[in-house]
């Protein structure tokens, strides 16, 4: 067999002309401009990337984008105010604090300082609890995106056996709550799982979030089944001595033969997270306005 390809990208391009058009909608109906915050503290290149795609992204879609880049040295004090001066900002629809934060700040105290409203990753407290009870939250980004592209695969999740290999808070359990969501039977697989092979052998979704390059192979995904493939490593290119070359936790080449659909890593999971971050601050914006939730762009 050989697998689907899913392309992300070519589905977080879909996300981002449903996000447009409802930006569109929300400025000429009700005179709103979505807008996103973006707060960056310190210099780590890898941020300083995302920040930007995000903040181009974000105008790209017609919303309006603020970004707040602060010294590596500013005080817990002096980000907590600034979070409170986006919480009052009523053009700020969503604010994202940029992780990692440097070491004298205290993460979770910042992150669940964000008004729960406007908490566009998902991770405050409050919307870790109403995700993990089956209500209405903001949801993080990646397994956001993971979901849209499983459904938009599969329809109807349904009774599916789905394994996530992968515990953490920003992938793994909001995405295994996200499966159960859609009634999937869920396995959460991590270090410590016994024979991980015989678990993975059983799903027919399976979503990798490890971050342990080409770490599945393909003799551990069930014959049809659908391997979503988070995992984002850097390794030494095989042929290209000096370079190096993106991966993910699933062995491409052999999963994709034996499995019904695959995303790929590049372009796969990784385009749909900043999409799904546009996503949620439109999500944001018209819950903000007591408007109806945007079709296409939620959980
Ligand atoms: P974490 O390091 O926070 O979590 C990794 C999880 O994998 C842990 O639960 C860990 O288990 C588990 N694990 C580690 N080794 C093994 C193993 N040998 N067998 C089984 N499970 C194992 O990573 P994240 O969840 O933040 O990210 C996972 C991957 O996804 C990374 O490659 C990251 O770069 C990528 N990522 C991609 C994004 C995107 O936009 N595409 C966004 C976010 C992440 P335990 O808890 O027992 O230690």
């Given at each position: ?30 005179d ?17 990337v ?7 992204q ?28 986006l919480?009052a ?75 996530v290999?992968?515990r ?24 410590r ?25 393909g ?6 089944a ?16 000096g370079?190096?070359k993106?991966?993910?936790?699933v ?21 749909m ?22 079709e296409?762009?939620?959980?």
């Amino acid at each position: 067999m050989t697998a689907t390809i899913i392309d992300g990208k070519a589905f977080a391009a879909t996300v981002r002309a449903r996000v447009a058009t409802h930006v569109a909608a929300l400025k000429s109906d009700h005179d709103l401009t979505p807008g996103l915050a973006v707060v960056l503290v310190g210099e780590d290149p890898a941020s300083q990337v995302y920040v930007r795609n995000k903040g181009k992204q974000t105008a790209e879609a017609g919303m309006a984008s603020f970004e707040h880049k602060l010294d590596v040295a500013t005080s817990q004090k002096d980000i907590l105010s600034l979070v409170d001066q986006l919480n009052a900002d009523p053009e700020v629809h969503g604010i994202l604090v940029q992780l990692p934060l440097p070491d004298h700040v205290d993460s979770a105290e910042v992150i669940n300082r964000i008004s729960p409203a406007k908490d566009v990753d998902g991770f405050h407290i409050s919307n870790v609890g109403l995700l993990g009870t089956g209500q209405k939250s903001m949801v993080p980004c990646t397994p956001l995106g993971c979901l849209m592209m499983l459904r938009d695969h599969h329809g109807s999740l349904s009774g599916l056996n789905a394994v996530v290999v992968g515990r953490s808070n920003i992938v793994g359990k909001p995405m295994a709550q996200l499966l159960l969501g859609e009634s999937c039977t869920v396995t959460i697989a991590h270090s410590r799982t016994k024979d991980l092979a015989d678990v993975c052998r059983g799903a027919d979704i399976l979503v990798a979030a490890v971050g342990r390059p080409e770490m599945v192979p393909g003799d551990w995904v069930k014959p049809g089944a659908t391997v979503i493939d988070v995992g984002v490593n850097r390794i030494p290119h095989p042929e290209k001595p000096g370079k190096t070359k993106l991966v993910g936790d699933v062995d491409f080449a052999s999963a994709s033969a034996v499995a019904g659909a695959i995303t790929p890593v590049p372009g796969g999971v990784g385009p749909m997270t900043i999409a799904c971050l546009l996503a949620n601050t439109v999500t944001a914006c018209c819950r903000a306005n007591g408007l109806p939730e945007p079709e296409g762009l939620t959980a």
